[in-house]
């Protein structure tokens, strides 16, 4: 069983940046892929930054440039460095690791989330 929790979240002001974590427990030897994803209000949840176990990144057009993954497997946290936010970068951001079955179906967790407000 592995268990995700993500910190970091809070409110800032256009322009500002944040640091996200996700710090996760139990085994991540099969683990293949973590991700960031952001649930604006009203809103599907929708792809931000994904970090593979080699290191391979991507990041959703929006806020390329801006965001910046990372991962620290000794400490088994994934970090989102969040630059030059803006007010539409504003809701809930969830971590998931993703993992090989290994004969049988893939499979992957998710963290509760941290909110995340630019408002000014």
């Known amino acids: 069983q592995v268990q995700l929790t993500e910190s970091g979240g809070g409110s800032v002001q256009p322009g500002e940046s944040l640091r996200l974590s996700c710090a996760a427990t139990?085994?991540?030897?099969?683990?293949?892929?973590m991700a960031w994803y952001l649930q604006a209000p009203g809103q599907e949840r929708i792809h931000i930054a994904r970090?593979?176990?080699?290191?391979?990144?991507r990041y959703a057009e929006s806020v390329q440039g801006r965001f910046h993954i990372s991962r620290d497997s000794a400490k088994n946290t994934m970090y989102l460095q969040m630059n030059n936010l803006k007010p539409e970068d504003t809701g809930v951001y969830s971590c998931?690791?993703?993992?090989?079955?290994?004969?049988?179906?893939?499979?992957?967790?998710w963290g509760q989330g941290t909110q995340v407000t630019v408002s000014s």
């Open positions: 139990g085994s991540m030897a099969s683990m293949y892929a």
């Open positions: 998931t690791a993703q993992f090989r079955g290994y004969g049988r179906p893939d499979y992957q967790y």
């Open positions: 970090i593979t176990s080699e290191g391979v990144t």
